[in-house]
């Protein structure tokens, strides 16, 4: 890059975009890089305040910003993403389809600890929409020396893509609502509808519903027996407080799952347990579920659609971030809940 007066850049490359902003009303872009500067531009060009700009004079060695945010993007990004621009030296990554946002943190802050290399991603194992933007990169300069490109390149690409967007796989759901007071009829149930409408989304099929009192047996051989039939997942609701007639927790446990975690360092959901029967995960859901709209549910359904497994160290992580705001307008998972450094 050279940098050379306007007035005497007629026929030249222009090496960087040039953006016109309008105070509170749009901001665009005037000339774009590569164009070649004509007798025309000169007077558009000091009206934006430009008295000298940057040619393009490709020196030995140097990647142009365009290119190379185009490399760091096609290194980085791993399945169910594509990429958008460059656009004022910038390339975004979208997602192709609905899933779990998965960023080695790790990697990414190697990335961005070399000196010029610009990687912003979402959360890790953020639910992501088709079409959303995810990331973005690009670097701060108008060209960079291609050995430090390439060694944020290696990064970006192994192991594997630093950032991908895993699918949600469709699941049979059960729930086996728990009670005594919901089995006689004493009160109506509201939990089924809540799960379907929580599970839906990621494209959860509901199988079936068990009512049963609170009898540890009885909870035991409904797990079991919807899980017989073919349930990939089962939500239990009601019966997992420290009451003496609550005995969800108990029951989950006889099936001879392994029990991940009950009581997480998440507001709302802390009494929320987690357990695995094989690969079928079994949740016992708090009440807060009921009423929160949104608690730690919100943040592991994600992972059991995508296919993952939950460890205790991902639950222990997120305590940082585990207290939602409850603001009056939910915004998640715009938001900070869940958002753990670690996660």
Request: aromatic share 6%; proline share 6%.
């Amino acid at each position: 890059m050279r940098k050379v007066p306007v007035t005497g850049a007629v026929g030249m490359v222009l090496g960087h975009d040039i953006t016109r902003i309008v105070p509170g009303r749009e901001k665009n872009r005037a000339f774009k890089k590569g164009h070649v500067i004509r007798e025309t531009d000169i007077e558009a060009l000091r009206n934006l305040g430009k008295e000298h700009i940057y040619v393009w004079e490709p020196g030995e060695n140097m990647v142009h910003e365009d290119e190379a945010a185009l490399r760091l993007a096609g290194a980085a990004a791993g399945q169910g993403l594509a990429m958008n621009g460059p656009n004022q030296g910038k390339v975004a990554l979208r997602a192709t389809h609905k899933g779990l946002l998965k960023v080695d943190i790790d990697r990414l802050n190697s990335v961005n600890s070399i000196e010029d290399m610009v990687f912003s991603t979402l959360h890790n194992n953020r639910g992501v929409e088709e079409g959303q933007t995810v990331a973005g990169t690009r670097v701060t300069p108008l060209a960079v020396p291609g050995d430090k490109l390439e060694e944020a390149e290696r990064i970006c690409s192994r192991p594997g893509p630093l950032i991908y967007v895993k699918p949600f796989n469709p699941l049979w759901v059960a729930v086996v609502t728990t009670g005594n007071e919901v089995y006689s009829g004493r009160i109506q149930d509201a939990s089924f509808g809540m799960i379907r409408n929580k599970v839906t989304p990621f494209g959860g099929r509901v199988m079936g519903q068990s009512i049963v009192p609170d009898d540890q047996d009885l909870i035991t051989g409904e797990i079991r027996r919807f899980i017989a039939e073919g349930a990939e997942m089962v939500l239990t609701s009601g019966g997992m407080s420290v009451d003496p007639d609550d005995v969800t927790p108990p029951g989950i446990r006889a099936t001879g799952a392994e029990v991940v975690f009950y009581g997480a360092p998440v507001l709302p959901g802390s009494m929320f347990m987690l357990a695995y029967l094989g690969h079928v995960p079994i949740c016992g859901l708090p009440g807060c579920v009921m009423y929160n709209s949104t608690t730690i549910l919100d943040l592991l359904l994600p992972r059991f659609f995508a296919g993952e497994r939950v460890s205790r160290a991902d639950v222990v992580a997120m305590g940082h971030g585990g207290l939602c705001e409850e603001c009056e307008i939910c915004r998640y998972p715009s938001c900070s809940f869940g958002k753990s450094t670690g996660a």
